[in-house]
């Protein structure tokens, strides 16, 4: 797939290639402005719900973070520009502080967006001193924390496209995020077929001297079997999608896991999230503004319970995570549609390969949608968390949420690997969250 | 009691000559800006809680008001400059369109605050030319809708100041609304005494031929038989409200109404809204910072609960609004701690007579606190509403609710007249609500 | 109106004769005893809402209040059955003890419907010998609290009646609370006239020497004036109601107040309670099983809300309770469709004058249903509690409720005079509530 | 371990004999009514949460359960006591009818607790016609459902022991379910060691010949690869527990999940349900009245959070389900402290091998508590739900839960089997679970 020049600026980034830290530290820091930069001040203020944080809070947030674990720790006689700012963007550290209540972020006007961005030059300048003039006892220590910190500000990217949708589409006045984003190619659908695995003793995870970056809950590699099994040929589309609304899907309890049930009958959800119908037509709202829903493009938005639904409907399954993993492995590339396309929404496959031709490898595993897996999200076999404050970065969210795995078209590209396992509770519906089918062999 | 030059301008209303409309117009216009001018753009957007509406969410309304009962109705080929804004700025006219959702006015980021400043503006001039060039058969329809709007934005001065103080109280970093607000004055208590009234027939109620502006709910004048009474020659004090907490008043259940004895038990209410205690001194949140609690000021930001539970333990009562109102009436002048005072709280009453010398009227009757009363607001014998929409300005909040008189510090001076009912649930304690004692005669 | 003799002993009580004080005791726990009798011992334990309280509380609280304002005090040696029983049974004394949360009451099996039996029948035999040897010094004490006290039984009766019907409607297998009540009479409607009032300074309140029996909130007696007004010749019918219904009434904001409005679309509320349509038949849930809504019987189980909104529509306003009582207090007699009727709910009224005739004082101002008026529960001017937790009887609910007057067809006969103020919030409709409309003179 | 007679009869059942069926359904439907002996009528009636149902719903819903899925299909001319019941006692069969609210069963009086006695002798005695006359060709499908049921009836038996202490505990007279309980004996504590395995490709579920009765959710048997582990010899102790609250377990953040520490907060919990500290010693609620807590004992009635903060506090983990059922799979027997052994709570473990020795099985494999285990409750790859409205049995709560193994004190003593999954939400802690300690090998 051959993907158009970026609507913003996200360069390539380097984490595993030290020497070179600073430049991917402040390539990461512009890409990061660079979404934000389409916004009014108004929008950076706004917290549409208790999951969603103002944009504000998001570009403060991975600043504070590079000062919590880099600058305090290691420059000295660093001064932080303002000592409150540490009670305030802390976003979940229980062990550090005692963080301000997540669903009050919205009710912060101060400090001014202006103030953020000071906040973010003064720590990036503390930063440049600090990279290039490491203590080197610390060397080691303080790489690992800097590729960390890249990383959690590349998440952050991503919830800033998710959260930046969300706060736009409350507003009546419906709002444009960019007119200047790629309209996606109108495209044929491309049929669904099925890729036979063999299973048997598989690994999981990321390989111990791997030289690629991943987070803790990645690791340690370890075996599973896996009985056979099929893998859809792409994600479900909206076409399909539609049928299934069409044909009573979200009528029918013996389709849906009880809580879902009762979830979609208490919030009235009749469709994926951001759709409206007008007649026989369904539009979406997307950051480039209400557009048609296009039936050849991943169904995106839905919650798990969705997912799972619809897959029942179908006489399938989610895939669990570990066969996801094992199929992605096998992936020639990790390429697909990622934030750099300019897109920010998921787009139709292209037809690569003969159509039906099911030895080829199935297509879009990578980017346009998170694939929800059939696996809670819980830690490997002597998963370890890291030390101190950081320890709580993926743990303790060990309960209550579903894995999804392959990262959308709002992650940076650089920040997907097939080991990468994202999470987020069975009824969210804000993250560009679709599926994937799989079944047993031999159905 | 004379009172320094305002912090910012908000210059005589005189609404009652009609062919100084347009410049009284200009006049509370001017006003409004001057009072957000010391605000960041961030503040605007803000809804601290359901109550509490974003600065410009009031901006925009009262702009609306203007153009939906005015503009649209008598100026030829007025367009407005957005429609949707109908929508979005609506308060609460049921039977005009269907408003957005109150609760939901803090997820709007746009219109922009530069945009609803060009709202203003736009609809400013288009007020000048229907002013300037006023159709004969509606002049004085005209006329009236323009006091009322004036009225009406001089209602949402106030709330300004209410909400942006509330907004301002959410955030740690204890931001201050305006440096340069009037310090008031050290003084000594003035100690409190009781001005006896006879009672019998009394008027209530804004004279059928009055010249002063009045809302539908202050008429019509009627006759109300009082018994014999007394009443407070001020209000109750901060020092007196601080022996009341000292001595258990909080955790006496026999001192309260029954809701709010559930009310403060659930909230763990034991002290006014933005009261903090600092070892053995008491500070509060003004719009000029924190502060100390000034012992001889009246007390502020309690609920109808606090007061009637007050005046339980002091062996007293709340006033009737007819009793106020007759006291009221017969006042020499209508001075007061006004917006204007540029104080923007509640300051120590002076003692402009011989402490105890009954035979004078109550001081601080008006401004610095509004005073609950123990009437609940319903509608007076004969009361009607103005016809179409604009009937819904007062009559249909006539339930749940008691009403307050008096103004306070953060009403405009031309605003308030002893007839004004002012109403608010008896829980709320965001406005600048304190009380004054009353009692049997001969007790 | 002659009525059949009652479905159960409801036998009259006649506190101001203290010599009778045993009789009129024993009297009325009978009958608090006979309105229980048709139940299942399963009925005694369900509280269906917050309000409710399941039967056995009630027979247990009524009981725990001879026990502990009379049996504690001045029963010599007096030893309780189960100390436990003070902190179950304590209704809202919260001077008394803490009592077991309200809405828990339905939690609670034990002590069984036997055990509380037996609690009633210890407390009726301690009862008789106290009042079989009154000590004289406290003899005035003990009869004021012995009419208390069946009086207080009196309401519980009247609230069993509305809390069974609740309780039972809840049921699909729509239980019938007694198949031996009286069947109401089929009856023409009576066409609504108004009665003129002049108005002038009239008494309200239970006069100071009088010899009924009166609750502490009909006191002092006092003068109020009133402007002449007119007052319906009957309550508003199911007939009249139901073209309320048909004409839109529930669809249109202009007729409702802000808080009635959103409770009616919250709550999706388009008929009184237990009302249920059936193509072009309505049926109401009654003691007496489902049955057809009589078209010329008062409506019934209607919030102040809807009474409110009905009046609008009908270009009339809901009664002062002054009002109310200035014409009450001109009644002949005080007869009416009262619980010693035996049909437990409204009959139509019958047109014992030739209609039309307006000289003649209204129709059903006692029995049938309680009538909202405009009148928020206030105190009284002068208005003073009983000393000690027989203070928190009334006072402490003087917020948040609107008043109703003239008893209902579960009130026991003898419990009813002009002067009596019962409330309940604005929102209630389990109450046998309906209305009577009022206009100013002369439109 | 050697077992006193029960307190109450639950004799063996023997699904798998089907020649014995109706032996075994009328068995267990005795067993049912002995464990409700001692209930007052009124106890039946309440809900104290909307998890719990009240006793008289659960003897209803598991003899609709019969009528539903054998008496209508299969037994000619069979007319059901009442149409009505249908609705109300269907738990959650969606595909069914729309069953009645889960959180208002505790509103219905009636049936009554005779009555439903009365449904189910009447449906005994249909179910004795079609067993001892079943129609060949239906002949399997009978049996199979009749074990489900009888089943499903053990499972509510459990249900009962759980609710109907939940429902004794709200209420302060303290209610005792049976004074007639065995004591448990006082023993020393076991020292707690580990037992190691090596782990490797493991069968995990019912193996597909297994003459054994399984629910759906056990289904299929399949290979998975266990790393080499560690299980404790048996659960972890009140002791144990204790010594974790009072070196401030629950003031830690760093050992609790997100949604565990935000639970415990919000509830306030300190310990386990049902403790209650006086002084220096714990007390619990058990059924059998308020006792001192047994130091040597299981820890019950924690949640999983609690469970799992445990684990990290002792720097191990909870097991798998895998690694459990492994474990459990070369147990010698399956016995335990059961329902039947009559004490209705975990007892202390008897040092039945030489302390230390860990070459013997683990502890209480069996019984006591419901072992928390790691695992989030998912389908086993393969899984098959039952067709038809029974499909709904366990598959559709398939999310938001985890998994517990082992069975219970409470549990019947034939309804247990290694394979066998309960589970429930990681917040819950009215059942009576516990947990056991593992770890990676070479820790």
Redesign the interface.
């Known amino acids: 797939m051959s993907y158009q020049a970026p609507a913003y600026p996200l360069p390539a980034v380097e984490p595993d290639a030290p020497e070179d830290l600073l430049t991917a530290f402040r390539t990461v820091r512009a890409a990061t402005e660079a979404l934000c930069s389409p916004l009014?001040?108004?929008?950076?203020?706004?917290q549409?719900m208790a999951d969603v944080s103002p944009p504000?809070w998001h570009l403060a947030h991975v600043t504070w973070f590079y000062e919590t674990f880099l600058l305090k720790p290691f420059l000295n006689e660093y001064m932080p520009l303002n000592e409150?700012y540490d009670?305030?963007f802390n976003s979940?550290y229980?062990?550090h502080s005692s963080p301000?209540p997540r669903p009050?972020r919205?009710?912060?006007?101060?400090?001014?967006?202006a103030n953020v961005y000071r906040y973010r030059h003064y720590v990036n300048e503390a930063m440049g001193r600090l990279l290039n003039n490491r203590p080197s006892q610390h060397s080691k220590a303080i790489a690992e924390r800097v590729c960390l910190g890249i990383h959690h500000e590349q998440q952050h990217q991503e919830l800033l496209a998710m959260d930046i949708k969300h706060?736009?589409a409350?507003?009546?006045?419906r709002?444009v995020y960019s007119k200047r984003l790629q309209i996606p190619p109108g495209r044929q659908p491309v049929p669904m077929g099925w890729h036979a695995y063999e299973g048997g003793?598989v690994f999981v995870g990321m390989k111990p001297h791997s030289v690629d970056f991943a987070f803790d809950n990645e690791r340690p590699a370890?075996?599973?079997?896996?009985?056979p099994?099929e893998l859809a040929t792409r994600p479900v589309t909206n076409q399909e999608y539609m049928r299934f609304i069409e044909q009573g899907g979200y009528q029918d309890?013996?389709l849906?896991?009880?809580?879902?049930?009762h979830l979609i009958r208490e919030n009235g959800w009749t469709a994926p999230l951001y759709w409206v119908r007008d007649g026989a037509q369904w539009y979406h709202f997307s950051l480039g503004g209400w557009r048609p829903v296009d039936a050849s493009a991943p169904v995106c938005h839905v919650s798990?319970?969705e997912a799972?639904a619809y897959a029942r409907w179908a006489g399938a399954?989610l895939p669990?995570e570990a066969e996801w993993e094992h199929s992605a492995t096998h992936a020639r590339n990790w390429h697909g549609n990622f934030a750099e396309s300019g897109y920010l929404q998921p787009v139709a496959a292209e037809a690569v390969v003969p159509a039906g031709d099911l030895r080829d490898p199935p297509l879009q595993m990578f980017g346009d949608v998170w694939e929800w897996t059939?696996?809670?999200y819980?830690?490997y076999?002597?998963f370890r968390t890291l030390s101190g404050s950081l320890?709580?970065y993926n743990g303790?969210?060990?309960?209550?949420q579903?894995v999804l795995r392959g990262g959308c078209c709002a992650t940076p590209a650089r920040h997907i690997r097939p080991t990468y396992r994202n999470f987020f509770p069975?009824s969210a519906r804000w993250a560009f969250s679709g599926f994937r089918l799989a079944r047993?062999a031999n159905e």
């Open positions: 009014e001040t108004e929008d950076y203020v706004i549409s504000k409150t009670l305030l979940y229980e062990t301000f009050r919205g009710l912060l006007s101060r400090p001014t967006v706060i736009l409350q507003n009546p006045l709002p003793l370890h075996r599973q079997y896996l009985e099994f309890p013996a849906w896991l009880s809580d879902g049930w798990f319970y799972d399954r669990t059939g696996s809670a819980r830690p076999p002597g320890g709580e303790k969210f060990m309960s209550g579903m069975p047993e």
